[in-house]
C-alpha cells in the first residue's frame, strides 16, 4: 500500500496530463473538433472584414451575374423565336433584315432588306415573334417598304378572341392602337387577346395583333378599346414575310393553333 502511494504521487501529474490529452482527443474526435473552429473564430473575428458587407458584395456580384445570364437569354431567345417561327410555319416564309428606318415615320413605316429579287410582293404579310407587324406596299429588287399597324393610316379588322366581338384598329403612332366595335355593348376586358378578323382583307383571320389594355364603353359614336400590339415594333430587327393568299391562313403561330380560312 505504501508502494502504491509511493508510485502515484511520484507519476500522479503525468497521469492526469495523459488522460486529460487522451479525454480532450476523443472528444474532438466525436464534435469533429467544432468547438476549436468556433474558439478560432470568436478570438480572431477583430481581425476579418466586415461579414455583412462582404455578403452583400457577394450578393451584388451575383446580381451582376445573373442580369449578364438574363440579357444573353434574352437575345437568344429573340434568335430562337425567328427560327422557330420559320421552321415551324406550314408556308415558308422569308427572313429579312430591317434594314431602313426613318425618325420622322418610326411608327409608320420600315424598309427591309428583301425584295422582288427574293419573291416579295405587294400585299404580303409580314410578322414577327409577338404577332402581325404590318403588310407590304411596294418593293423594289432588294428592299420592301412595310406599312405598319401603329401608323394612323393603318385599319384593319379585328376581333376578341374569347367573346369573337368585331371592330376594326387603328394605329396611333405609338406601341398602342385603338379598337373601334361594331356593337354598342361588347363583352371585352383587360387583358382579352386581339386578333385579325375573318372581315379583313387584308390579312388572314386569326392571327394575333395584340392585347386589351383598357376599355371605354362609353365612348361615341361607338366602345373603343386600347391594344397593345404585340409584337415588337420599337425595336424589331428581323421580321418573317408570308405571301396573303389561300395558303397564308395555314401559317403556324408558335404555340398557336393555325389560323382558319378567310371568308373571301
Known sequence: MYTLRRW????????????????????LRQTQATPLFEGYQLLT????????QQKLLENAQFQE?????????????????????VSESKKAGITAPVVGRSADHWWQQLILGRGSSDNVKVGYIVMAPGGVVGRVTSVTPNTSRVLLLSDPSSRIGVTISRSRFMGYMRGQSTSHAVMEFFDK???????????????SQL??????VGRVESVNLNKSPAPEATIELSAPVSFLEWAVVYPHDQDAASVEIPGKKPAPQPVP
Open 8 to 27: 502515484w504521487d511520484r507519476h500522479q501529474l503525468r497521469i492526469i496530463l495523459t488522460s486529460m490529452a487522451v479525454g480532450s482527443a476523443l472528444i
Open 45 to 52: 473575428r477583430v481581425f476579418q472584414p466586415n461579414v455583412a
Open 65 to 85: 451575374l445573373q442580369q449578364r445570364l438574363t440579357e444573353l437569354e434574352s437575345q437568344n431567345q429573340r434568335l430562337r423565336e425567328l427560327v422557330g417561327y
Open 185 to 199: 355593348v361588347p363583352d371585352v376586358r383587360r387583358g382579352d387577346v386581339v386578333s385579325t378578323s375573318s372581315l
Open 203 to 208: 390579312f388572314p383571320a386569326g392571327m394575333p
